[in-house]
């Protein structure tokens, strides 16, 4: 399987400031047929179900707030929330779907201060 | 707008099995392949496995022995079936659409195995 590590396990900042969180996957996961790396990121608040916020690394979600943007390559990822807002308040999870068992990361929890 | 609605029993003991349904409300059902994805309370989501509307499926080989997913095109329905429980089994279930992107997901379905 896929494994995703996410860094750090959680995050505490300031309203306006940016957040900045890591998936690294134990493969690649750029296809080199069609230069798409096959990772997505989802937002969970609390008690609610996951929601998906970007995919293949970089494109963004319909509806989804252009202070969030992913981008990285291979194995290394990021996801980055300009301006953190209190409505992002939630844990971020990166999700493979290279190959199967699709696999997530263990989850980064962002809070305010 | 697509919406997904879950239900099932809440509380099994050990060795009973886990029966979820999932109906898919304000959208086509042909065409899409839908998954499911657990989660244990205070840990990350794990994927189950995904079925199309022609009962196609592909399961998490780690859960694979124990795992019957099913579709109902009559009723616009999928289901899970999970047998042998144990506590390592307690989590939230969800239910969603999409074989690799899930943009449409099921409210969430607490299940507690315990004696």
């Known amino acids: 399987d896929i494994v995703l590590t996410q860094s750090p396990d959680s995050l505490t900042l300031s309203l306006g400031e940016r957040a900045t969180i890591s998936c690294k996957s134990s493969?690649?996961?750029?296809?080199?047929?069609?230069?798409?790396?096959?990772l997505a990121w989802y937002q969970q608040r609390p008690g609610q179900p996951p929601r998906l916020l970007i995919y293949?690394?970089?494109t963004r979600e319909s509806g989804v707030p252009d202070r969030f943007s992913g981008s990285g390559s291979g194995t290394d990822f990021t996801l980055t929330i300009n301006t953190l807002q209190a409505e992002d308040v939630a844990v971020y999870s990166c999700?493979?779907?290279?190959?199967?068992?699709?696999?997530f990361g263990q989850g980064t929890k962002v809070e305010i201060k | 707008q697509v919406q997904l609605q879950q239900w099932g029993a809440g509380l099994l003991r050990p060795s009973e099995t886990l029966s979820l349904t999932c109906a898919v409300y304000?959208?086509?059902?042909?065409?899409?392949?839908y998954s499911w994805i657990r989660q244990p309370p205070g840990k990350g989501l794990e994927w189950i496995g995904e079925?199309?509307?022609?009962?196609?499926?592909t399961y998490n080989p780690s859960l694979k022995s124990r795992v019957t997913m099913s579709a109902d095109t009559s009723k616009n329905q999928f289901s899970l079936k999970l047998n042998s429980v144990t506590a390592a089994d307690t989590a939230v279930y969800y239910c969603?659409?999409?074989?690799?992107?899930?943009?449409?997901w099921g409210q969430g379905t607490l299940v507690t195995v315990s004696s």
């Open positions: 969603a659409r999409g074989q690799i992107l899930h943009s449409v």
């Open positions: 304000g959208g086509s059902f042909n065409g899409y392949y």
């Open positions: 079925i199309n509307h022609s009962g196609s499926t």
């Open positions: 493969q690649s996961l750029l296809y080199s047929i069609n230069n798409k790396n096959y």
């Open positions: 293949w690394a970089s």
């Open positions: 999700q493979q779907y290279f190959i199967t068992p699709r696999t």
